[in-house]
Structures are given as C-alpha cells and as structure tokens.
C-alpha cells in the first residue's frame, strides 16, 4: 500500500500553535515543546505553513527568501532540530511550496524592477498597460485578484505593471520561463536534502496563464481569469516536469497540490499515479458549500445549504475520483476556512458531538486525512470587531463589497465575520491560563473568549474527550486497510440527514453511518442486511445495528461486518 495513503497529517500554521519566547507570536521552538503532543493524537505528518523570511502581508505566504527562517520564527538552526526532533519520534515534515509567486520584497523582484533589462523581468509578468479616455493609464487586462481589486500593480519607474493574483505584494512568477522552473527546482532540493518529506503546493493549479492574458469573463468590468489561469494544460506540464526533474529522485516523496476550483477531472489528471505528477490535491467543493461562483465572500446564495446537498457534494467527489484513480486530500478545515464545528456542525450545544462527527467523516473517507490545529478540542469561529481583523483578504474585501457589490457596511461586516480566514488563526487554546496558554503576552491576534472552557488541558481531563475519540478513530485507520485504501460505495445515498456508506478492502468491510443534523432521525439500512454487523466505534456509544436505525443528533457510528448471511444459510 502506498506510504502516502496510510499518513495523518496534521497542519500547524505556526503563527498562532505556540509562542516560546513570549513576543505573543507562535514559532519553532514552540512547535518543539508539542511534538509529543501530535505524535499522541497519532499524526505521523507535520504538514508546516510557511515558515520562511517574509513581509507578512499574507502570513508567510509572501515570501521574501525561500532559503531562510522567519526570524519571528527562529532561526535555521532551530529548524534542524525541529526536523531531528520530528524524526526522532518517526514522524515526517511536509513543508508548505509557494511557487506561483514571491514577494516583492523577494532579491529576483527587486533585480527585476530595479533594472527593465535584467533577466529577472521575465521571472514575473511585466506588461505595458493601456490608454483609457483621457488618456488614462489602465491596468493591462480586467483581472480581479482573488481578493479582491485589480490583479495589476503599476511600476511608476518604468511604467508597467505586473501581476498580482493574490495581495499587491505577491508578485506572480512566469512559469514560461524555463530560470523560473529550475530556481524552483533548486528551492525543492534545498529542503528535500535536508531531510523534509515533500511539499504542500500553494495554489499549483494556476501557475500556468493563458498566452497573451486575454480578458476575463466578459471583458468589461473586473473579473476573475478562472478560464485563464486554472489548470492550463502548461500547469499540467510544468507538474510533470518538476516531477520528472525533482521529486521522481527522492523515493516516498509526500505531494500534495492546492489550487482554488480544481474540477474533479482535473483533480485526477493531477493525482492519477500514471500521470506522474503528485500524490494527492485538495478539492474545496465542500468548503465552497452556499458560496457563490466568485468563492467565499460571494454571499449571492446566502450560504444556504442542506446537509443532503452536504452529502451530495461529498459522494460525487469521492466516487468520481474512485472511478477516475486519483488521490484526495480530505480535511474539516484548514488556515483559509473558518472552524468545522462553526461551518458544518453545531458550535453550540452539539459541539462536541459534532466534532466527533466531523471527524469521524474526514477519517473514514477514501483519500488521506489532514487535520488542522485546535480541530482536535473543537475550536469554534471567534466573535470579532472590525479591529480585531488581521487577514488582508478580509479588510479588503470589506472594501470591495461596499465599492463593487454595494453593499451597506453593516451587511459587508456581516459577511466578513462569517468567513474571514481570523477564525482559523486565533491561537491555540492551550489552556485556561491568561492568553489561553499560548503566550504569556498579549498574541498578536485576538484569543477566543471562549479559551476558558476549551482548552486542550481541559479536554484532556474530560472523560469521553474529543481528543481522546481522534485517538480511537485515528488507531482504528491505522490498523484498516478498508479505510486505508478500501473502495468506497454509498448507503441509503438520497437520506436527507444521515451519510452512509461501506469501505471494502478484501475481507475487511466497514459501514460508516453519520447523522451530519442537529435533528433525531432514522435510516433504513435494509440494503445491508445481508450480512452481520459488529460495532467498532460510536460517538453516543456502541449500538446494536438495526435495519432501522435510529440516530440522535450528530451520531456517528462504524459497523464492521463480522458474517455474511447468504454463507450462514447455505
Ligand atoms: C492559498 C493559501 O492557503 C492562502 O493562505 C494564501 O493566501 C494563498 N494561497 C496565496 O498564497
Ligand atoms: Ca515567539
């Protein structure tokens, strides 16, 4: 079975899991006194944000130098023995890749616009701009950025623009140009050398843009380029190479690609071994759930969801990717998402329950779990006030739904607080001591109040804990090969509530069945009586299977079959 399939990995964004040296900043060394803590839970991956020199505009996303340590973070030598400490306890590192852009601040930008006629202009995408009524200078094409505003900065000195899909200071790279691939190339051996198991890959999907950058949509007013920059065939291209030219050399190499809007074929194109190009990639249906087209802060459909359209989305992705061979990398939550509880769940009353839920699902699905920091107490979203906000994304969008959408403030600040990536980034709450254990400093960003009541020193405490049933669910993938890299086939598939479905693996079959509503309900499980059903795990607690079951809110629940019937009776 492939190494890639059987790993938990755990997501830390260091910012905000533990600050060592009392700046309220989360960094190295604070990730060094938990490594015992993930290695309990039954992580065996550390997939690690960004960590390297950079500006902050987007946390680490925007990076300066690829080859040095965020000094708020610690040094390199800190990073070794992160690294060694991570080993020692036979567990892996997964490095964040951010390879569709640098910073501005990055040496290959400043030679870039220093001088127009150094090589270092084509690692970016400079173009001329042009000439609106009154001859005014306007940005080349109509590109919106992801968040929000026109995708073009102006150099003043030389009078060009270039492009920025992300913040105004994430300079997007020119793939075309083969010093760009091998500059990459060479970042990936660095850490591959020194010992890291693979990447995560910032956005990989669109690093490719289409030939002459035509218009968006329309053309008119601004939009976003989905046609021409998400998945080009060049991106495909360019995965293979770096496939081909690095990560082919280092065996068990660990991939996993992150791109907005992969469709499901694309998704396959990436991930399908054949292909060679990467183990796994992040689908964002379910996150996009009662979003509109233009992503998270598209409030058209008023983020109204059904759990039955939950379950829809969730199968079809699960069974075409079945079908088609590729790899998913299934998660509740992530540093762009707010809290799973918060999003899918109940962070009131059911909040544990739910929690368990949530993540009984993400162990159980066919693809290779990620779990992110603060999911395993059930982390909620967190109230803000405006000034509370910290993500570029959210106090800039705030703007562009007033000025391109017209909304009133109060509606824009409404849609903000229910989205913005801040609740994925309030610390983690250790704790009940002052700044919930994170720091003995006011962090940098605003603790939850809710700290008090949980905290992961109180969750360890309680009896039938959160973190205790990771730890069951977790033990039970590692010793499945069902669940591992077994076929995945829906149950009772148009129940409004409940998500059932068998994970079959030679001898070994599994029946998953989770009530994903804060209602009583009641399945009907006839299609699987012809075999015996034995209860391995349940989040109430273990219930004889019945034809019809019934489910209290949230209840999960994992059969395994013990007996067919058809041998009984013959
Ligand atoms: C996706 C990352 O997860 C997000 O945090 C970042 O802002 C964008 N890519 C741009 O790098
Ligand atoms: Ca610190």
């Not at 150099?155 to 200071?169: A, H, I, R, V």
């Not at 190339?185 to 910032?202: A, E, N, P």
């Amino acid at each position: 079975m492939d190494n890639f399939k059987q790993r938990i990995v755990y997501q830390i964004w260091p910012r905000s899991f533990k600050d060592s040296n009392d700046d309220g900043i989360g960094d190295l060394r604070g990730i060094i006194s938990k490594l015992d803590y993930i290695r309990d839970l039954g992580s065996d991956t550390i997939w690690l944000s960004p960590i390297y020199a950079t500006g902050n505009k987007d946390y680490g996303y925007d990076i300066d130098d690829y080859y040095s340590i965020n000094p708020e973070y610690g040094t390199m030598d800190d990073f070794d023995e992160l690294l060694a400490e991570i080993k020692k306890r036979d567990m892996e590192l997964v490095m964040d890749l951010v390879a569709n852009h640098t910073s501005d601040q990055h040496i290959w930008f400043q030679k870039a616009l220093e001088d127009p006629n150094s090589p270092y202009r084509d690692y970016y995408i400079f173009r001329k701009g042009r000439t609106g009524k009154n001859g005014a200078s306007l940005p080349p094409n109509n590109w919106l950025s992801a968040f929000g505003g026109s995708a073009w900065q102006k150099d003043e000195t030389s009078d060009e623009y270039y492009l920025t899909m992300f913040t105004p200071n994430q300079c997007d790279l020119n793939w075309e140009n083969e010093k760009v691939r091998e500059g990459i190339h060479d970042i990936m051996r660095f850490w591959l050398d020194k010992g890291v198991l693979g990447f995560r890959m910032d956005v990989i999907n669109t690093i490719a843009k289409r030939e002459g950058l035509p218009p968006a949509g329309k053309g008119k007013k601004l939009d976003f380029p989905f046609e021409h920059i998400v998945s080009l065939p060049k991106s495909h291209d360019y995965i293979r190479e770096m496939h081909e030219k690095v990560l082919s050399h280092y065996p068990h190499v660990f991939t996993v690609g992150e791109g907005m809007v992969t469709s499901i074929d694309d998704l396959i194109r990436y991930t399908d071994p054949d292909e060679k190009k990467l183990n796994m990639m992040f689908s964002f249906d379910l996150h996009l759930i009662g979003c509109g087209p233009l992503g998270k802060f598209d409030f058209r459909k008023g983020y109204l969801w059904s759990v039955k359209e939950m379950k829809e989305i969730l199968f079809n992705l699960q069974l075409k990717v079945q079908e088609g061979g590729g790899w998913i990398g299934n998660f509740m939550s992530n540093h762009d998402q707010p809290r799973q509880v918060s999003r899918f769940g109940d962070d009131g009353p059911f909040r544990r329950k739910s929690a368990k839920a949530l993540a009984l699902l993400n162990m159980t699905l066919r693809g290779t779990p990620f779990l992110y920091q603060g999911e395993e107490i059930g982390m909620t979203n967190c109230p803000f006030d405006m000034e509370d906000w910290r993500d570029f994304e959210a106090i800039n969008d705030y703007q562009v739904l007033q000025d391109m959408m017209h909304l009133p403030k109060f509606a824009a600040k409404k849609i903000i607080q229910k989205m913005t990536r801040d609740h994925a980034r309030t610390p983690v709450q250790w704790s009940s001591e002052k700044h919930a254990g994170f720091s003995t400093v006011e962090p940098w960003i605003k603790v939850n109040p809710n700290y008090t009541s949980i905290n992961v020193e109180a969750e360890l405490k309680k009896e039938n804990s959160l973190i205790d049933f990771y730890k069951e669910i977790i033990a039970l993938r590692k010793s499945s090969p069902a669940l591992v890299d077994g076929y995945i086939t829906a149950v009772n598939r148009p129940h409004p509530y409940v998500m059932a479905y068998k994970r079959i693996y030679n001898d070994e079959t599994l029946l998953v069945v989770i009530n994903l509503s804060g209602k009583n309900t009641e399945i009907s499980l006839e299609e699987v009586m012809t075999s015996h059903w034995a209860c391995e795990i349940g989040t109430y607690e273990k219930r004889p299977f019945e034809a019809n079951l019934p489910l209290y809110p949230y209840e999960a629940l994992i059969y395994r079959k013990t007996q067919s019937l058809d041998k009984i009776t013959k």
